[in-house]
């Protein structure tokens, strides 16, 4: 079965620092994959999505994520962090349609962003 | 952008007793509705999905009977916990789907159920 790690359950990283967050998919295939992005209290955003083409995808709020296939990853990465950063993250993966057509999530990265 | 709303915010019941959430697409329709379901910690875990006028689709070890879903309409789906226990108690969001992309999915604020 599919399966989404987000090795970091918290990071802390200083306002203007760059950051980058961590996820690993476990697919046989190569799956639609998702940043989201949660803060208390609110909806899931979503940051960025990758189904093909160039590797690097560029999402909102400045935020970037590199797929790599030899590596199953697709890590996010952001040059800058603001203070209105933190909130929680999470790595989605959703398979082809043959499979369930859903959403599997990773267990979530939170970000401190320390002034 | 499009917006789901999800009411309560937060419940708290005593065990044995029946609580309903609705989860509400604001300025769309959404063909296809999902409920997940997030403890502490932990990924959030699709529970079902349901579609407009439509049964809906139970994922592996969720209790049906336990976990009422209707989606009467497509701008409203309400999930039930019936006779909730405390270990029903944690996180239920839903989300709305317009179509068949992933980037049509929409979610919203999250439920917080404490069953006593």
């Known amino acids: 079965a599919q399966s989404v790690t987000q090795p970091d359950i918290h990071i802390t990283v200083s306002e203007g620092a760059s950051l980058e967050l961590r996820c690993n998919y476990s697919?046989?295939?190569?799956?639609?994959l998702f940043w989201y992005v949660q803060s208390p209290g609110q909806g899931l955003q979503l940051l960025l999505k990758?189904?093909?083409?160039?590797?690097l995808v560029q999402g909102i709020k400045g935020f970037e994520a590199e797929f790599k296939r030899s590596q199953s990853s697709f890590n996010l990465r952001k040059p800058s962090v603001h203070w209105s950063d933190a909130a929680e993250y999470f790595c989605?993966?959703?398979?082809?349609?043959?499979?369930?057509?859903?959403?599997?999530f990773g267990a979530g990265t939170i970000l401190r962003v320390k002034s | 952008g499009a917006v789901v709303s999800q009411h309560p915010s937060w419940v708290i019941c005593k065990s044995g007793t029946s609580v309903k959430i609705e989860c509400r697409s604001l300025?769309?329709?959404?063909?296809?509705m999902f409920w997940y379901r997030q403890f502490p910690k932990q990924s959030l875990m699709l529970m079902a999905t349901?579609?407009?006028?439509?049964?809906?689709?139970?994922e592996q070890g969720v209790e049906k009977d336990k976990f009422l879903i209707n989606h009467a309409s497509l701008t409203l789906s309400t999930l039930t916990v019936t006779s909730a226990h405390p270990e029903d108690s944690s996180f239920y969001i839903c989300?709305?789907?317009?179509?068949?992309?992933?980037?049509?999915?929409?979610f919203g604020p999250g439920t917080r159920l404490t069953v006593l």
């Open positions: 989300s709305a789907r317009i179509g068949l992309t992933y980037n049509e999915q929409f």
């Open positions: 697919y046989g295939a190569t799956p639609y």
């Open positions: 990758y189904f093909s083409g160039d590797t």
């Open positions: 989605a993966v959703g398979p082809l349609m043959e499979y369930g057509n859903k959403l599997v």
């Open positions: 300025d769309f329709q959404a063909t296809t």
């Open positions: 349901s579609n407009e006028g439509s049964k809906a689709t139970y």
